[in-house]
């Protein structure tokens, strides 16, 4: 009996043994499940990521076709001129020039509307705004308006939306850059001679440019979502340049005048030309209105 409590004892000792021998490789069993889980959602996971990642990369590629048209440039070219059959406006000095120190040094003559041969100076000529497929970048080159002589210089200037301005002042005398949009006052900013350039940017509109110091000055920055777009100059002419072909509304602005437009067809191998024509007796853009009231 004792002989056979040793052997059921022995017995017993060997199966734990082997029991106890198996249970380190029992967290292999499921750590091998837990893998083949993983492994399992990670499919699940990539078949997601495939969905996931055209998406992200249809971004670039929209953003690369808004850009795309900014690369390659037209042959076409706009030429034209701008006239006025009227009598114009007798341009004089401001009255108020006399009274304001170091503007009263000289006697420049108001230049809101400028006439040579019949001839319009200082009209804003471009194609609509949002008439050009595409879209643009605004140039690195930062747009200059100076006032000199206690007048902005120039008095019209385009620029692509969201191209940097600078406004300087290179008189010897405090000058307060007053600007609008509409009747919305957007800054109200002195500007003492010396003083670094105050830097602006605007995304769209009209964008007309005040003194409260000296109440004569007034000069314009029209915003434009593409760069074709030019200024009538001394003869009243303009010329805008590398324009996609296509058919186009045009558009003529004067700060006097008002609004003018036109049908264009563009072609890559002959210039378009396009004649605008103001009478004088055009009511004043809402964007300029009383400009030369009580200036004389």
């Not at 969905?51 to 850009?67: D, F, L, R």
């Not at 034209?80 to 006697?107: N, S, Y």
């Not at 509409?182 to 830097?199: K, Y």
Request: contains cysteine.
């Amino acid at each position: 009996m004792h002989r056979r409590d040793l052997v059921s004892l022995s017995a017993l000792a060997l199966a734990a043994l082997t029991l106890g021998a198996g249970c380190p490789e029992e967290p292999a069993r499921p750590a091998g499940g837990t893998a083949a889980t993983s492994t399992a959602v990670a499919p699940a996971a990539s078949a997601e990521a495939p969905s996931a990642a055209p998406q992200a990369a249809e971004a670039p590629k929209a953003t690369g076709q808004a850009a795309a048209p900014a690369a390659p440039e037209g042959k076409g070219t706009i030429q034209g001129v701008v006239k006025l059959t009227g009598k114009p406006v007798e341009m004089k000095v401001p009255a108020a020039r006399k009274d304001a120190p170091i503007c009263q040094d000289k006697d420049v003559v108001f230049n809101a509307v400028v006439v040579n041969d019949g001839k319009l100076k200082d009209t804003f000529v471009r194609i609509a705004v949002g008439g050009v497929q595409g879209g643009w970048k605004a140039p690195d080159t930062h747009a200059v308006v100076d006032q000199k002589d206690c007048m902005y210089e120039p008095r019209i200037l385009g620029v692509v939306s969201g191209q940097q301005v600078d406004i300087k002042n290179s008189d010897r005398t405090l000058h307060n850059v007053h600007s609008y949009k509409g009747a919305e006052t957007l800054f109200n900013q002195a500007q003492p001679r010396g003083a670094d350039p105050l830097t602006k940017t605007w995304n769209d509109g009209i964008i007309k440019l005040t003194c409260d110091i000296h109440p004569w000055m007034r000069g314009f920055v029209v915003v434009t979502d593409h760069p074709f777009f030019a200024v009538s100059g001394d003869d009243g002419s303009f010329t805008i340049e590398k324009v996609p072909a296509g058919k186009y509304k045009l558009e003529a602005w004067h700060s006097r005048y008002g609004l003018k437009t036109a049908d264009v067809t563009v072609a890559d191998d002959k210039p378009a030309q396009v004649t605008f024509t103001y009478a004088g007796t055009e009511p004043e853009p809402a964007e300029n209105k009383d400009e030369l009231k009580g200036l004389w």
